[in-house]
């Protein structure tokens, strides 16, 4: 770091094992009445980075956390059957900032991630295997399309026109020409009726009209990097990922609490901010509990989502408060499912994960660490999830059941619900990650993530070259960053 | 009926594909593909407009299926049956000028009651309770020259409806207002109101912020207010709520029984089907054909469609071909907003032992408090009413947390309160219904950029709801809304 301290000896008075114990002498009211250099709304991966970063600094920081647990859109479930992942996890090979956080703070990665057995697809109410998809009846889609699963569909145009070739290409003036709705492209492109209807089944945006093709891009090129790493020649490009990356033992919900930990009792749960009044003394933020916090500089590390409910003082303004009100966020609603009895692929002799084209988005069989699979959970993104959403957790979940049971008869009986979870309806989120519409890279990305008075913005919709977990990482440090440059 | 000068049209032009018709001309498909009903018209949404729209067509002879993707129709129109009587979490009160609402309920038998009088309110702002004769002259009253005068709660009406720009209802999309479709509270500002003002009119209106919601459609919706009002005095104690309640020589109504007992005797009234549960999954537009799927798989097959859902039920639906160019935004994007009532039963009338007012505006998060009376005038609820960013924020507890959070707010900030309330139901309209927000909100520049195309029809779709209202307000301008898409439809099929 480059920065050299203006107040070293209140710094050092401040450091490490000395503030916990002061925190520990006082009460928590008294603590609240406290000031802190730096107040982090969020205790997700970017908060909770950006807070051990000003920390390790000397700065004094207080991390307030709406729910009740961190870790944001991390989430081990481990109130749900074999603990499942409900939100990232998967760590990719090059995701430097979130390999090294676990070897400082003894947490442990091993191997791989998100294995699931291999697709069987549903077009209407057929299964086909996927070695059958080329030749297929059912395969409405023209030409070169033909070889693309339906599953790869958006992939196939995406990857194969790719104009890009540095991370940072997205953010170049030149790149606003893509900014445009993933379906005009596409249909530039020559695709037809058909493989533009299975782009659509499979989107995590509402619809291809709705997402711009600037930010699949910028997926697709981080994307093509991964999946070249380690040895996984030969393999489809999910599998690719799967080997190439890593995951937390114990789950993905130790490392933000590893992290938590670390921070001691600066980490506040279930504050929710309402208020961000800021004047040239300094912020003062109110919780829905009516509990006051002051600092000198703010971090917002929390989805655009819940920062809209905020009220802040002065006004956003421009770009930055459309970016702030509009951004999208996208759906992911999940059912958690538990196999009984025979497994039903082998009885039926078709691959065990299922993708459709109809209600649900795609219904995977995990392969866990352990080896077992007894484990099915359903998907809906985009207006899939919504739907499924609008349905409440106990119907949601016979609904998948009576879906899958009808799609795939050899499940007939054997699937039990043992959880559901969406991530628009999970507090303090909004959605699964943010999703620009078209046009709005080019309106927020540069605006949006510029600071606004005393106040800083960080989390994964802030992100520059990163993706998944590691982009949050990437946010948080570039947010402690901008401010140690302002407290120097 | 209101639509009498509308030509009538003779059955026999679509009798021909009512019922099983049209599934037995198809070619064999395989069995999946017999399995979908067809009708003239298919509507989506059981609410006024749709319910508005069918029986309009049915009237005109075509067949009609209603699909609704909750358990019960009327929308937002909602009425909870509590021990203390019929409540209405939505649509309640029935403006003088609501023709269309009116006429259905005299046709269909539904009575209607004159409102229970409303219960004064008093205040507490910036940590203090004060009686609404005593705001005036109140210290932490620290709004600034007349608007002192104004309750709180009434600072919307005051600064919106005295001087009101718009020379009447339908100018609003003219090009000559759109210098109005800024924010509100630009709107205020450039109209003298304080920087106190404006805080305090924000916990009344039911846009997300005032600096986001457009002033433009605000002063529209009360224009229209104020042709159902004889007098422009007595404002300082109105809000846009107790301004159809005054004695002001013109009839304000409700349903009685409850706003829900119209739209179950629409339903009612149709011979075709009005089917519950039925969230629709898309709409495909192919030639001279509409096929509509729900979430269960079922297909419908008809002419035409409308969607009377609120856009933020509508985007969630694939429709095929695809929203194009503003109309796409306006359906992708358009503001919603929302309304969480926590509905309470008093045990005492603790009021008596404060400031003596049951009702409460508050500077709070849980903004305010309607008390709610029988026909008696005996207080019988106290209903705390949130609404716009604040409801958002509400929503964020667990739903189970909410009533406990408000009955402890309000045991705080009226310790009289404490012990004497209990929560009988709490109502979020953005996160407990199939509609996903109380109401559709402009925001600042919306008008100008989506009010012409909203209503427009796209391929065989027609789109009805409120959202789409030109002058109308509130019920009414679903029940017009349904209206004017079953007339387009008419004209079409000719």
């Known amino acids: 770091m480059k920065r050299s301290l203006s107040k070293p000896s209140r710094r050092s008075i401040l450091k490490g094992a000395t503030v916990l114990a002061a925190g520990a002498l006082v009460s928590p009211r008294l603590r609240a009445a406290e000031r802190s250099d730096v107040i982090i709304i969020g205790g997700g991966f970017a908060g909770l980075n950006a807070a051990i970063l000003l920390a390790d600094e000397g700065l004094s920081v207080t991390v307030l956390e709406a729910n009740n647990r961190v870790g944001g859109r991390a989430f081990t479930a481990d109130h749900i059957f074999g603990s499942p992942e409900l939100g990232a996890h998967q760590i990719g090979p090059y995701y430097a900032r979130i390999r090294d956080m676990p070897q400082r703070l003894n947490v442990e990665l091993a191997n791989g991630s998100n294995f699931n057995a291999p697709y069987t697809f549903a077009i209407g109410d057929t299964l086909i295997r996927k070695e059958d998809w080329e030749g297929h009846k059912l395969n409405k889609t023209v030409g070169a399309e033909r070889t693309a699963l339906p599953s790869a569909m958006q992939g196939f145009y995406v990857g194969k026109h790719n104009p890009f070739e540095g991370f940072d290409d997205w953010l170049e003036p030149e790149a606003a020409r893509f900014d445009i709705p993933l379906a005009d492209w596409l249909v530039e492109k020559g695709i037809s009726e058909e493989g533009m209807r299975l782009v659509n089944a499979g989107l995590v945006a509402p619809d291809a009209a709705n997402v711009s093709l600037l930010t699949l891009l910028q997926e697709s090129t981080r994307g093509r990097l991964m999946s070249g790493a380690g040895d996984s020649k030969g393999k489809d490009r999910f599998e690719q990922y799967a080997l190439a990356s890593a995951h937390v033992v114990g789950g993905t919900s130790r490392l933000p609490e590893a992290m938590a930990r670390h921070l001691g009792d600066s980490v506040l749960m279930n504050k929710i901010v309402t208020n961000i009044d800021m004047s040239d003394n300094g912020a003062d933020i109110t919780c829905l509990d009516g509990t006051r916090y002051q600092s000198d500089f703010v971090i917002s590390a929390i989805p655009f989502g819940p920062l809209r409910r905020v009220s802040i003082t002065p006004v956003l303004e421009g770009e930055q408060a459309a970016a702030v009100r509009h951004m999208p966020y996208a759906t992911n609603s999940q059912v958690h499912m538990r196999l009984k009895g025979e497994p039903f692929w082998e009885q039926d002799g078709m691959d065990a994960s299922l993708w459709s084209d109809g209600a649900l988005n795609i219904v995977r069989q995990p392969l866990d660490y352990d080896g077992s699979r007894e484990r099915l959970v359903a998907i809906g993104s985009g207006k899939k999830g919504e739907r499924l959403d609008q349905l409440p957790p106990k119907e949601r979940g016979e609904f998948v059941v009576r879906e899958i049971e009808r799609l795939r008869p050899s499940t007939k009986g054997k699937i039990e619900v043992t959880g559901v979870h969406s991530w628009p309806q999970y507090n303090f989120v909004s959605g699964c990650r943010h999703s620009y519409g078209p046009g709005q890279v080019t309106r927020f990305a540069h605006e949006m993530i510029k600071p606004h008075h005393r106040m800083h913005f960080a989390g994964e919709h802030t992100r520059r070259l990163e993706i998944g977990m590691e982009s949050a990482m990437e946010s948080g440090e570039r947010a402690a960053f901008e401010i140690l440059e302002r407290t120097v | ?494």
Not at chain 2, 120 to 132: H, I, P, R
Request: overall charge negative; proline content about 4%.
């Open chain 2, 1 to 494: 009926m209101t639509h009498n000068t509308t030509p009538k049209r003779t059955l026999s032009r679509r009798g021909f594909n009512a019922a099983l018709g049209a599934s037995a001309s198809l070619p064999l498909l395989g069995r999946k593909a017999f399995a979908f009903e067809s009708a003239d018209v298919i509507v989506v949404g059981a609410g006024l407009a749709g319910l508005n729209a069918a029986l309009n067509l049915e009237a005109e002879g075509y067949s009609v299926i209603v699909l609704e993707a909750a358990d019960y129709v009327g929308g937002r129109t909602r009425t909870y049956d509590f021990p203390s009587g019929p409540t209405n979490a939505g649509g309640q009160t029935i403006g003088p000028y609501y023709a269309r609402i009116r006429d259905l309920a005299d046709r269909l038998g539904v009575p209607l009651m004159s409102p229970p009088g409303r219960v004064a309110m008093g205040n507490y702002v910036s940590g203090e309770l004060v009686s609404s004769a005593d705001w005036p002259n109140a210290k932490v009253n620290k709004t600034v020259g007349a608007e002192r005068n104004v309750q709180p709660g009434a600072l919307e009406f005051f600064y919106l409806s005295n001087n009101n720009p718009l020379p009447d209802v339908e100018s609003w999309k003219e090009s000559e207002q759109a210098h109005l479709d800024v924010s509100i509270a630009r709107y205020m500002l450039n109209k003298g109101a304080s920087e106190e003002a404006l805080r305090l009119a924000s916990i009344t209106m039911n846009v997300f912020s005032l600096s986001t919601g457009s002033a433009l459609a605000y002063l529209r919706d009360i224009k229209r207010l104020q042709w159902g009002i004889a007098t422009s005095d007595n404002q300082n104690t109105r809000s846009t709520y107790g301004a159809s309640t005054e004695d002001d020589g013109f009839e304000f109504s409700e349903v009685a029984g409850g706003t829900q007992r119209l739209p179950e005797a629409m339903a009612a009234a149709l011979n075709g089907d009005v089917r519950l549960n039925q969230p629709v999954r898309s709409i495909s537009m192919t030639g001279e054909n509409v096929e509509v799927k729900t979430n269960d798989g079922s297909r419908f097959q008809s002419k035409y469609v409308v969607s009377a859902v609120p856009f933020s039920v509508l985007r969630n639906i694939d429709v095929f071909p695809h929203f194009e160019g503003i109309q796409r935004s306006a359906v992708r994007q358009s503001g919603h907003g929302n309304t969480v009532r926590v509905f309470m039963e008093p045990k005492t009338p603790f009021w008596d032992d404060d400031i003596g007012e049951a009702g409460l505006y508050t500077d709070t998060a849980i903004e305010r408090v309607f008390a709610r009376s029988n026909e008696e005038g005996e207080i019988v609820g106290i209903d705390c009413w949130v609404n716009g960013n604040a409801a958002f924020r509400l929503d964020q507890l667990p739903s189970e947390a909410v009533g406990d959070f408000v009955v402890d707010t309000l045991a705080n900030i009226r310790p009289s309160s404490r012990g004497k309330v209990d929560v009988i139901k709490v109502h979020s309209w953005a996160k407990h219904s199939a509609s996903g927000c109380c109401r559709h909100v402009f925001e600042a520049g919306q008008v100008t950029e989506w009010a012409d195309v909203m209503a427009k029809p796209h391929n065989r779709l027609h789109l009805a709801g409120e959202q789409t209202r030109s002058i109308e307000n509130g019920m009414e301008a679903a029940a017009k809304s349904g209206e004017r898409a079953a007339f387009e439809i008419m004209e079409r099929i000719g």
